[in-house]
């Protein structure tokens, strides 16, 4: 998560100075005025509370959140564009029992949720979630969601299907309203070095041994010609798990999903990680750790440490999501002829493989036992979502006007293919030469990518922009992995189980340690080992369990 925070921090500077650049006097936005939100809604979802009332939170605050406070003239975290329009559209006031960063806004929040010391509404993981629900704590908000929450609310939070629900339904009981996140976003790709490729007549990869023979010819035939044996083919980091830099799209290539619960043959689910496939893949790296196309001291290296190694151009590809364009564009620095391209993960035999999605909905909001009005965090949700994507959208004022302002708000779920759609719309703009369709957020893409072909050889603006949202961008990989019925969701979307709870921190940390180890030069067989102490551990229990939910739902 740091590694996440510090790519949004990177991305908000560039947008900002971006913004002053386009604004007169550097000066991006002028003080919003009081009283300037007249909106008023039939639905009752959107009705006004009179008189007002109070609703309060606990916020997590951040470095980024407070450059954020720093170039809006006039607003604070607790008087801003959105908890003034909250207040004036819906008569709800919003307070905060207490704000923190970081660890310490973690550590609170345990302390508020083992305590039962709770503001009237608090987001939490699952596991909080059932901590609360079991103590009674919360309320039950299956009518409250039904009844309030208004059409475009139910499509946009119900996108990716009821699975965002399904780990906030406890005992048949909706006990939170879940703050979705789009699983679609965390797709793999392939990012390459295509000046390294050309250099080295490299074609791109069709299979899995075409990705062995890229990392081989990276480490070993001097792709930046200094005369020095000084490159690795492939870049992870200490966490195989990491959004970029991560070893998931590679093992997905052996048809392994180390993370996610599957359907098995019999029509059962059974853990990814555990799964015989993993063995080659762990294989595959330990070979190349051992032939040195990894680093000798990747499992010392975190994300930050491991982006300073592309920045330096010691490694020419690496697995990661969408936006690891911002990532590997810090090559350039050092070059300026350093260039990356997204490619599409690739399997051992060659046909278009899976590409792994976890549910990326992780937390909750839940609604204090003794609120006299829990309808009100259905409302908020409402008004967020009519506001940036309704039809009284105002997205420049509300989400992004090239800052993001919809952090602002205590509430922030979006539709989980926005960012997809926004590729689709400028794709067709550019076959049709038809600009003229584009909402509010592919504008501002667009924009980007316009300002950084105008910059000639200028690519700090727009070039990322480009890699993710281009002709070739992974935005195109993605909608052809959507074509092909290419995604493998996660099958277990239900509630942590008991055991889960009890024992999934220690099952991940034995099977992250495992990995690790057998990467390094440890004996295969120590993966059996670890699948066999697996299911002692809990794991059989919580097959039992997450299959008993399976057999209900499915």
Known sequence: MKW?????????????????????????????????????????????YDPPIEISFVRETSDALEDLLNVLPGETLEDNRWSRIYEEVLGITINYDWKA????????LSFSVSSGQLPDIIKVSSEQLRMLSNAGLIQDLTDIYNDYATPLTKNILEQEGRSTFDAATIDGKLMAIPDTNSSIEGAMYIWLRTDWMEKLRLQPPQ????????????????????????????????????????????MAGYEAYPELWIVDDSNNLVFGGIQPEVKASLLALQQMYKNGQLDPEF????????????????????????????????????????????????????????????????????????????????KLIN???EKNWGETAEYIKFYSSSYPVWQLSPVTPYPAQKNLEAYRQ??????????????????????????????????????GWDKTYGVNGAFSILDQYEANGQLLYE?????????????????????????????????????????ETWHELGGAEITKEVNEWFQQNK
């Not at 000084?230 to 200490?238: E, K, P, Q, R, V």
């Not at 055991?499 to 992250?512: G, V």
């Open 491 to 531: 099958a277990f979307t239900g509630a942590p189980t008991e055991t889960m709870i009890e024992r999934k921190s220690l099952l991940n940390d034995l099977q992250h340690e495992t990995y690790i180890n057998i990467i390094l030069g440890n004996s295969i067989d120590e993966f059996d080992q670890f699948v």
């Open 4 to 48: 996440v925070k510090l790519i949004a921090l990177t991305l908000l500077l560039m947008l900002i100075v971006i913004a002053c650049e386009n604004s007169p006097n550097g000066i991006i936005d002028e003080p919003l005025e009081q009283n300037e939100y007249s909106n008023v809604y039939d639905e009752i979802g959107l009705s006004k």
């Open 101 to 108: 960063k970081g660890d310490l806004y973690k550590q609170k």
């Open 383 to 385: 008004l967020h979502l």
């Open 207 to 250: 299979t899995m041994n075409d990705i062995l023979e890229i990392s081989r010819a990276f480490t070993e035939m001097d792709p930046d010609q200094n005369g020095q044996d000084d490159t690795f083919g492939l870049a992870i980091s200490n966490y195989l798990w990491d959004p970029v830099m991560s070893i998931k799209g590679f």
């Open 426 to 463: 400028i794709a067709e703009a550019r076959q049709s030469g038809d600009w003229t369709g584009l909402n509010a957020e592919a504008r501002s893409i667009q924009k980007l990518i316009e300002q950084y072909y105008a910059g000639g050889t200028d690519k700090d603006h727009g070039w």
């Open 299 to 378: 499992s010392f290296k975190n994300g930050e440490k491991v982006k300073q190694q592309i920045a330096s151009g010691t490694v020419g590809m690496m697995y990661g999501e969408q936006w690891g364009s911002f990532v590997v564009q810090y090559s350039q620095e050092l070059d300026r002829d350093a260039d990356w391209k997204a490619y599409p993960i690739v399997s051992l035999s060659g046909n278009p493989p899976k590409v792994p999605l976890r549910l990326r909905t992780y937390q909750y909001f839940a609604v204090r036992k003794e609120l006299e009005h829990p309808e009100a965090i259905v």
